[in-house]
């Protein structure tokens, strides 16, 4: 039944209209390279998102955790539910901002499912801001009410969430799981005489496509493969040092992999590599 549900949520083209228009609005506002580089987590290497959402999941839970404690005279837990509420709603916004923005640069599939996520988790927001309310009238069975409800559906958001990320691969390294197959030993890439100067370029190492780049007798080896979406790095402009994706704009650091500017959020692998008589070889880090 789940699976039948997920399915219909994927294939649900009648919701690319709505998506389009969020995507664009998402776009228009959040316009600052600098900015959306901060909330797609490029400066630290990880999405940002799934860091972010901790802070209300973890609020929320425990304010789930102190409601079901026998109630006392004092009532110390309900004005600790009531706090750890009020925090959890105030860090879905930079959560759900980090996630919108994300959101914008996937493909129209993972783009319905993330709809859906959203809209579940905002119903879920709403009802944990009733069961704010509620407390600070002194409204406590109807707030503890509330807020279970809001942790069910959130729940339920929590598992669209994760189908998105696990399932689509919105937001994972699709050039992670290429690593495994570079093999463990040393590995002829090709002769150093066929690589261009200061020159992006694919070679085939096992059955894993690998970017190497020349400068001089110093050679870089990165997976070729995107760890946004998959994109062919080799393909990409090189420019100060580092190599833009020639699909989504990915801009990553030759030396090191690290992620400069988004979307991408995961920092691209880079594999040890040595010249050894005339001929380029890599392996597995």
């Known amino acids: 039944m789940l699976r039948q549900v997920l399915t219909r949520i994927e294939q649900a083209d009648a919701l690319d209209g709505a998506s389009d228009k969020l995507q664009a609005a998402v776009t228009s506002a959040v316009r600052p390279r600098t900015l959306r580089d901060l909330l797609h987590g490029s400066w630290f ?9 901790q802070v209300p999941v ?20 309900d004005r600790g539910s009531t706090a750890l509420i009020a925090v959890g709603l105030a860090g879905v916004i930079p959560a759900a901002t980090a996630g919108w923005v994300d959101w914008s640069e996937m493909t129209k599939d993972r783009r319905r499912v993330g709809l859906v996520h959203a809209l579940t988790n905002l119903v879920a927001t709403g009802l944990y ?83 190497l780049f020349r400068q001089g007798d110093e050679i870089t080896a990165l997976i070729d493969r995107c760890s946004h979406e998959g994109g062919p790095l080799s393909e990409g402009s090189v420019s100060d040092g580092c190599v833009v994706c020639p699909w989504h704009g ?12 988004g979307p991408a959020g995961n920092d691209q692998p880079v594999l040890p590599v040595r010249i050894r008589d005339g001929r380029v070889e890599v392996r597995h880090p």
Request: cysteine-free.
């Open 58 to 77: 973890g609020a929320f839970l425990s304010a789930a955790v102190l409601d079901l404690l026998p109630e006392r005279p004092a009532r110390s837990g």
């Open 250 to 261: 990915s801009t990553f650091r030759l030396s090191d992999g690290a992620v400069v500017h």
């Open 45 to 53: 290497g990880h999405p940002l998102h799934p860091v972010l959402v």
């Open 129 to 211: 801001a009733g069961s704010l309310a509620a407390r600070l009238t002194g409204r406590q069975k109807q707030g503890k009410a509330l807020a279970f409800a809001g942790l069910s559906v959130a729940g339920a958001g929590a598992f669209l969430g994760g189908h998105l990320s696990y399932a689509q691969g919105g937001g994972i390294s699709h050039a992670a799981p290429e690593v495994a197959r570079v093999p463990e030993e040393w590995t002829v890439a090709g002769p150093l005489s066929s690589l261009p100067e200061g020159k992006p370029v694919a070679r085939t190492v096992g059955d894993t496509a690998v970017l």
